[in-house]
């Protein structure tokens, strides 16, 4: 059971260029999202995904875009990159256990980009 | 818009000791809090997960409580040991979508 794994571990990009983060779960969890993390600061959401086909913005969705095609994987696409978007990336899922329940969020190891 | 606190930022103690992490919320209508651990590199280790209806949850050595009225939650640690020593975060989702604030973390570093 691999949990929720992210690709790649580490990136550097140019500024201008484009990336997509990968990330997959192998759990079934129609829950997943992804957050960015600054140094000494808390995680901010990025976007989320209730399901497949449904995706929403979250507290800093500018200049990223996602889409959900399968339960899986949850891609994150990165336009245009910036410096502001140097940042520790990670995708996490949540599974429900009933109508409105959640339990425990599970999270990948990260992704490191650099913007240069 | 909800700000989730941790104070302090940073904490040293002594193997052997209890540790006492602190958060606040200024929203009190939570639908659950959640500690995380976070190691240097690592991704996020769900601690202990608190629903709203819930006062505290306990897993062995953790404890973690949840004041709604007064936007508090502690997670004790007993009897602390080296392999304690990482950044904890707390987390408040204010529906049933999941959604985390964070807040900035708690480093603790437990010394032998």
């Known amino acids: 059971n691999a949990g929720v794994t992210q690709t790649p571990k580490f990136r550097i990009l140019k500024i201008g260029q484009s990336m997509t983060l990968q990330c997959t779960q192998d759990m079934n969890h129609n829950y997943m999202y992804w957050y960015r993390q600054d140094p000494g600061m808390g995680l901010k959401l990025i976007y989320y995904?209730?399901?497949?086909?449904?995706?929403d913005k979250g507290e800093v969705p500018n200049g990223y875009n996602v889409s959900r095609s399968t339960t899986e994987d949850f891609p994150l696409r990165l336009e245009l990159a910036a410096p502001s978007q140097t940042s520790v990336y990670f995708c996490?899922?949540?599974?429900?256990?009933?109508?409105?329940?959640?339990?425990?969020?599970?999270f990948g190891q990260g992704t490191r980009l650099t913007v240069v | 818009k909800q700000e989730v606190t941790q104070i302090p930022a940073a904490l040293s103690v002594p193997e052997g000791e209890n540790l006492v992490l602190n958060c606040s919320f200024t929203d009190s209508a939570i639908y659950n809090l959640q500690w995380f651990r976070q190691d240097p590199g690592k991704g996020l280790t769900s601690l202990l997960l608190?629903?709203?209806?819930?006062r505290e949850q306990t897993s062995g050595r953790l404890n973690a409580s949840l004041d709604k009225s007064s936007g508090r939650s502690t997670l004790y640690i007993a009897a602390s040991q080296p392999g304690d020593s990482a950044t904890y975060l707390c987390?408040?989702?204010?529906?049933?979508?999941?959604?985390?604030?964070f807040g900035a973390g708690t480093q603790v570093v437990v010394t032998p």
């Open positions: 996490a899922s949540i599974p429900q256990v009933g109508p409105v329940e959640l339990t425990e969020a599970f």
């Open positions: 987390a408040v989702s204010g529906d049933s979508w999941g959604k985390f604030q």
């Open positions: 995904s209730v399901g497949a086909g449904i995706t």
């Open positions: 608190i629903q709203s209806s819930q």
